[in-house]
T-cell receptor, first 112, second 113 residues
Framework: GENVGLHLPTLSVQEGDNSIINCAYS??????FIWYKQESGKGPQFIID?????DKRQGQRVTVLLNKTVKHLSLQIAATQPGDSAVYFC???????????FGTGTRLQVTL | DAGITQSPRHKVTETGTPVTLRCHQT?????MYWYRQDPGHGLRLIHY???????DKGEVSDGYSVSRSKTEDFLLTLESATSSQTSVYFC????????????FGSGTRLTVV
């Protein structure tokens, strides 16, 4: 099976600072990784993904880094804004598995 | 969430009663999933479907059944609701399976009293 975990349940950052949210996974054969954002009362929303043949991928204000050696994934948010306040989940899939395995989430709190 | 609707959004039911939650999509996606979300557990897969009448169990399927008679609808039934099934239930859809990620609905908050 796959175990997916996040290092911190809550992360508090000041508006304008950069945020880094971390995720660890257990299966070295995992090959597809996704970050989701969940705002209060809503379903998770896709942010960015990365496949195992890449180490880094950038989106608008977000960057995902993948370190396969230590089985670690991180989400970096540049210039964090109040609208970034949410719970962030990483999700992992391995090979021909038919489902994503989700981590337990990190709550990002943006202070003014 | 465009293209995917869950109903009802909120429901309170009594222990022992059957409950059906509905997920409706307008995207014509092949794959549909039911997850539950509980504090400390993240999202856990209950059942999923990879086509009409094609379903399979997830990691927490006990006490739940599903049906998919049409591409657009995926029903989750709690056969005899228990307090441990109090949760927020999310439906998700995917065009080609998990390899391209999911689109989630807005969720159904179910309380079993």
């Amino acid at each position: 099976g796959e175990n997916v975990g996040l290092h911190l349940p809550t992360l508090s950052v000041q508006e304008g600072d950069n945020s880094i949210i971390n995720c660890a996974y257990s299966n070295s054969a995992s090959d597809y990784f996704i970050w989701y954002k969940q705002e209060s009362g809503k379903g998770p929303q896709f942010i960015i993904d990365i496949r195992s043949n890449m180490d880094k991928r950038q989106g608008q204000r977000v960057t995902v880094l993948l370190n396969k050696t230590v089985k670690h994934l991180s989400l970096q948010i540049a210039a964090t804004q109040p609208g970034d306040s949410a719970v962030y989940f990483c999700a992992v899939i391995t090979g021909t598995a038919s489902k994503l395995t989700f981590g337990t989430g990190t709550r990002l709190q943006v202070t003014l | 969430d465009a293209g995917i609707t869950q109903s009802p959004r909120h429901k309170v039911t009594e222990t022992g009663t059957p409950v059906t939650l509905r997920c409706h999509q307008t995207e014509n996606h092949r794959y549909m999933y039911w997850y539950r979300q509980d504090p400390g557990h993240g999202l856990r897969l209950i059942h999923y479907s990879y086509g009409v009448k094609d379903t399979d169990k997830g990691e927490v399927s006990d006490g739940y059944s599903v049906s998919r008679s049409k591409t657009e609808d995926f029903l989750l039934t709690l056969e005899s609701a228990t307090s441990s099934q109090t949760s927020v239930y999310f439906c998700a859809i995917s065009e080609n399976g998990p390899a391209v990620g999911y689109t989630f609905g807005s969720g159904t908050r179910l309380t079993v009293v």
